[in-house]
């Protein structure tokens, strides 16, 4: 028996003696999420807000687990969770995120982005979730991945520094061509990104301003540009 599998049986054996320990539940209920138990978590979450009172990190705790039992949903009690987790003078950051997530399961882009540039805009210049915020800002752009080379062509860069000429010379063709020829939205967003990556800063911004300007009068395209450029950066917060 593993080390966490011990600890868990130990733990619900203290329980079924002792049902109304609500330290107990609160020990238990991360563990089970951490190994793939989300509906036992939910429970455990439910009966340590029963025992111990909600708090907003209980709250959001509850939503997560909920989350995950639903396999990546937001359902209607995780969003009523992650609701109660950001009322009061101190919400919850986590709460605050998944309700971003659910706006945009909800298919309102404008309102998640709102929620998250809200976020960024108050949080503190060393705060450790800054890099969660950004990360979930480039996932609702939804950026397409740059293509990249394989089979023989991949197997000839031999170095890193011939496989970054590559991505170069191929960043620097999609960016011929748009600006050429336009392109879909994914593209613009492709270049952008690739473009900051590359540490080509100026050039991303103007990826950017490019495809709000051809995209203009869409407010999904208008908020994926928008998250996009503050989760690298580009704007806002490190720009």
């Known amino acids: 028996m593993t080390r966490v599998a011990d600890m868990v ?45 909600s708090t907003p990190d209980r709250q959001a705790n509850l939503g997560e687990a909920l989350f995950a039992a639903a396999e990546g949903v937001v359902t209607q009690d995780a969003r009523i969770a992650f609701e109660r987790s950001v ?6 950051i ?30 503190p210049q060393d705060a450790p979730y800054l890099g969660a915020l950004k990360d ?21 860069l031999k170095t890193p520094e011939q496989r970054m000429a590559k991505v170069r ?8 061509r748009l600006a050429g020829e336009g392109g879909d939205l ?18 991303a911004r103007a990826a950017i301003e490019q495809a709000r300007a051809k995209f203009s009068g869409d407010g999904r395209a208008a908020a994926r540009l928008d998250a996009l450029a503050l989760g690298l950066g580009l704007e806002g917060r490190g720009a």
């Open 169 to 176: 010379e191929m960043v620097d063709a999609l960016g011929d």
């Open 186 to 203: 994914g593209e613009w967003l492709r270049l952008a990104r690739a473009r900051a990556v590359l540490g080509d800063t100026d050039k």
């Open 94 to 123: 986590k709460g605050s995120l998944y309700l971003a997530r659910a706006a945009q399961q909800d298919g309102d882009l404008p309102a998640a982005l709102a929620r998250l540039k809200t976020l960024m805009e108050r949080a």
């Open 87 to 92: 009322e009061g003078d101190a919400p919850s």
């Open 9 to 53: 049986s130990r733990v619900e054996a203290a329980l079924a003696k002792n049902p109304d320990d609500g330290r107990g539940w609160e020990v238990i209920a991360p563990i089970y999420l951490g190994i793939g138990r989300a509906d036992d978590a939910a429970g455990a979450y439910r009966n340590v807000i029963r025992l111990l009172g």
């Open 136 to 156: 979930e800002l480039q996932r609702m752009a939804e950026v397409p991945p740059l293509p990249l080379p394989t089979g023989a062509e991949a197997e000839a």
